[in-house]
């Protein structure tokens, strides 16, 4: 397969084009996918139209896929258990008037998907299927180029160190931490080493990451907040309003994504997809 690769006008991301994803992907067009991945860290697949199954061989084809195992006390629609890999990220609501997805509603903090366990995921995929008029956005922020900007002192705080990142999937907001014992957690460094490319990227965010360790309660909020501040401006950051049929693959470990809000009453449904990451090394 040939395709063409244009970098989006923006802090990181590239958009790809002439290449059908339901169409199986050969080992050569695999790698040069990934070596593209790594460079720009998203990349945005327009006008694509593919069954989940199609979906998961393309993860399939970038590395394994991630099948979690969740413990029988979580609440996951049915539609996340339909194709083992496969988990949708919907508001719809079925007759009963639960969402038929996961995440389902209004906005979300940046975040690093699965940065609550011990082996992150490597990349993650959504592909859309029904969109908002308004809003529902998806916002992506360059987390090497934020640490090569960082200050030094907060570069200093962060550097070998590592944070506490903790989930819980019945709040959208920073999870209470005396409850620790029933909400998923992980410590991971607080600046990845992308096992690809060997190069550095912020990896803590403000919806999942509470501590650092070695530090008081103190100084640890005032580092990780001076740190949210930092990426979180606009100069590294690239926001992408969907159509259906978009489809967008991105370096877990590079970038952190946020959700922007949209009315509860418009529908949203993508269908995402993983590829398994290994621990990290600090």
Known sequence: MTFEINKLDAPLGARIDGIDLSQPLDQETAAEIRDALHEYIVL???EQTFSPEEQLGFARALGPVRIREMPEDYVIPDSSREVPGIAYVSNIRNEAGEPIGVIPDGEMWFH???????????Y????????????????????????????DELKQALEGRKSLNVYDYAVDKAPDLANLDNIEHAWNPAVAIHPATGRKAIFVNRLMSCRLEGMDDSESARVLNAVFEHFEQRQFIYEHPWKPGDFIIWDNLSCTHARTHFERNEARHLRRCKVNGDPLAV
Not at 112 to 122: G, I, K, N, R, S
Not at 139 to 150: D, G, I, K, V, Y
């Open 112 to 122: 690093h998907d699965t940065c609550y366990t011990p082996a992150p995921d490597l």
């Open 44 to 46: 945005y697949f327009p």
């Open 124 to 151: 993650t995929m959504l592909y859309a299927i029904d969109v908002p008029t308004q809003g529902g956005n998806t916002m992506w922020a360059n987390m090497r180029l934020a640490w090569e900007t960082l200050p």
